[in-house]
């Protein structure tokens, strides 16, 4: 085991990596921009380093300070969370070089399942279903204008190093696929640096179903069922549930199943997301691989008894897996709500008011809050603008919705606008509560403000 990690990110992500380190006995280092001087991490860690300025590209993704640290503090392991350099294969090999165990996948397989042509080409070999497109990058407008009319219109473009929703572009008609084509290879380049695109044929009412899966270094993997992510908003997830109603048990084996045998066959390892399109006749479609903790990881947790931030760590320290797949029992319904200091009002607009003049968390049975704001903290300007997840675990869907509603009501968080009272709606809407719940859901039935 890990004699002491540094926790490269912040935020709520960094307290929950570091609650698990504590659990398991290991020392911590927690990194912090200036903005978060003082955060709950820096207060809780063995050891804290400042890295630099608020801007996150001379804070958290500035690779020399983090290493910096590492060495500065005789960290033999580095935990990235998500987001900023989690998902980066040059950033694990750099730590590797360093002798610094990247609690995640090896380079080689952040690569193969990152680069998403790659990832569909596995996934494939595998027996994977794939939504119908190439798999191979689409690189001139005269190929992307053939492969449109055999696909047939609408098409969705997605940059190949895509991720987290971003990189998608819908291309409905034919004359705009010229004008399309070239923002979303230019949006890729900038966000990726890597502008390659790929297309699928655009399926454009489904149900985002993703597979949580862990796998060792010696060829066993196992999944812990699947969340229902389709409460989005511009792709982007709000709210998930486990486990999704929309199966029956052979169903669910069938794409669980199919998830571990694909990510076993890219050579996956450590803990990860299969994610897959659901379609409205039933059938599945692979989407994407994420080779690193999600957001809404704690869904999964509820639902089957596994603490997946220490599973994490120790299959990175060597270590096999400590459960079979018989091991794994589902039992009752969790939600999760992303509380974001957003004002749902004003189309979402971040609020930048920042300070908090009181947090009060929700208590009680099958409840949990992950967060890392208390009552006077400024939310810094510069970063994700989550503040907190809630986490409501009950015996079954009804009562779990029932238990989140309360928990909302509960839940004071002064100063700022957030979310929490769009969320209140969701969980009202009878559509919702019926459990007929699509991507567009938003789109479609909260469109207008709450009032």
Same mark, same amino acid.
């Given at each position: ?163 987290? =929703? !971003? %990189? $998608?572009?819908?291309? &409905? ?5 010229? *004008? ?7 949006? #890729? ?29 010696? =060829? !066993? %993997? $196992?999944?812990?069922? &699947? ?5 989005? *908003? ?7 549930? #486990? ?209």
């Amino acid at each position: 085991m890990f004699n002491k990690v540094l926790i490269a990110n912040r935020g709520e992500i960094a307290v929950r990596i570091w609650r698990a380190c504590q659990e398991l006995g290991i020392k911590t280092v927690a990194v912090y921009s200036k903005a978060d001087a003082g955060s709950r991490v820096t207060q809780l860690a063995d050891e804290a380093i400042c890295i630099g300025p608020p801007p996150a590209g001379r804070s958290y993704l500035n690779v020399p300070a983090l290493i910096g640290a590492a060495q500065m503090t005789g960290a033999d392991a580095l935990h990235p969370g998500y987001g900023f350099l989690s998902e980066e294969p040059d950033f694990a090999e750099i730590c590797a070089e360093n002798q610094i165990t990247f609690i995640g996948p090896s380079p080689d397989v952040m690569s193969r399942v990152g680069d998403k042509t790659l990832a569909k080409k596995a996934m494939k070999a595998s027996g994977v279903p794939l939504v119908p497109g190439t798999e191979d990058t689409v690189d001139s407008l005269d190929d992307a204008d053939d492969i449109a009319k055999q696909l047939g219109y609408p098409i969705i473009l997605k940059a190949v190093a895509g991720g987290g =929703g !971003r %990189g $998608i572009s819908v291309v &409905e008609k034919r004359e705009d696929l010229a *004008r399309i084509y070239a923002s979303t290879r230019a949006t #890729a380049q900038q966000l990726f640096k890597d502008g390659r695109v790929y297309m699928e044929k655009f399926i454009p009412l489904f149900r985002h179903t993703e597979v949580q899966i862990l796998c060792d270094n010696y =060829g !066993r %993997g $196992i999944h812990l069922g &699947e969340r229902d992510c389709s409460v989005q *908003r511009r792709r982007q997830k709000l709210i998930e549930e #486990a486990p999704s109603i929309h199966f029956t048990e052979a169903q669910r084996q069938k794409m669980c199943d199919t998830a571990v045998a694909g990510a076993l066959a890219a050579g996956y390892t450590s803990a990860g997301t299969v994610e897959f399109i659901l379609a409205p006749d039933g059938n599945f479609y692979f989407m994407e691989i994420n080779a690193r903790i999600q957001v809404e990881h704690p869904v999964s947790e509820a639902i089957t008894g596994v603490d997946l931030i220490k599973e994490q760590i120790k299959l990175a320290a060597g270590e096999p897996l400590q459960y079979t797949q018989k091991d794994i029992q589902l039992r009752g319904h969790a939600f999760e709500c992303r509380i974001n200091a957003e004002d749902p009002d004003r189309d979402f607009e971040p609020d930048k008011r920042g300070k908090i003049d009181s947090f009060i968390s929700p208590g009680g049975p099958g409840t949990r809050v992950d967060s890392y704001v208390h009552s006077g903290w400024t939310v810094p300007p510069f970063y994700d603008s989550l503040v907190a997840k809630i986490i409501v675990w009950a015996e079954d869907r009804p009562s779990a919705i029932d238990r989140m509603l309360r928990a909302l009501k509960e839940t004071t968080l002064d100063g700022i606008h957030t979310t929490i009272p769009f969320h209140r709606r969701v969980f009202n809407h009878p559509v919702f509560r019926e459990g007929d719940v699509f991507t567009d859901f938003v789109a479609r039935h909260l469109t207008t403000p709450s009032g």
